[in-house]
């Protein structure tokens, strides 16, 4: 009896543990990685705002290249919708969407995910002029999680999970554009 007592206190310490460290967290969360790509910077930004384009270099929708898609409106425009839906969980279902375009400067993205999460976030595409002719390219994701997403941010370590799968698919993009 005295051990199931112990195991018990143990768990409930842990996870008032977890919730507490989950608390503290600050409900915004930013990722943001770059990459140089030797290209120009006007080739490289025609290039990402068409969001089909995604499927030569994003992860995510590269997990899944038979996905049902849709898409709405005129891609590489403000308004344009891109939705996806997938059995596979790490893909999901939700819709990215064109918010905001500054003609070969920034592209802002909405977000909205469905499943296996319901949430928002929005993302950003930054393109510089560097030395050489080439293109730095900065890709930010940013978002409120509320109480059961900082849980799992804590237990995943989603920051750095998406992290890297922002760098993966900035080095796709950055092979595709430099072939």
């Keep these: 009896m005295n051990t199931l007592l112990v195991i018990l206190i143990i768990v409930v310490l842990l996870v008032l543990i977890l919730m507490i460290a989950a608390a503290s967290l600050t409900a915004d969360y930013v990722i943001e990685k ?13 290039f990402i705002k068409i969001l089909r384009n995604q499927d030569k270099y994003n992860k995510w929708t590269m997990l899944d290249p038979n996905s049902k898609k849709e898409f709405r409106g005129t891609d590489g ?3 344009f919708v ?10 999901g279902k939700g819709e990215q969407s064109i918010e905001r375009i500054v003609d070969g400067e920034r592209i802002d993205f909405g977000l909205h995910f469905i499943k296996p ?5 929005k993302a950003v595409m930054i393109t510089e002029s560097v030395s050489n002719g080439g293109t730095r390219l900065k890709w930010i994701f940013s978002g409120i999680r509320n109480f059961p997403m900082k849980i799992m941010h804590l237990l995943l ?10 760098e993966t698919s900035l080095a796709n993009l950055k092979a595709y554009l430099e072939r």
């Design 157 to 166: 370590n989603l920051k750095k999970m998406l992290g890297r799968d922002l």
């Design 77 to 79: 425009t403000v308004g």
């Design 117 to 121: 999460f319901e949430g928002n976030a």
């Design 82 to 91: 891109y939705a996806w839906d997938s059995d596979n969980k790490q893909v």
């Design 34 to 46: 770059e990459v140089v790509i030797n290209k120009p910077k006007q080739e490289v930004f025609n």
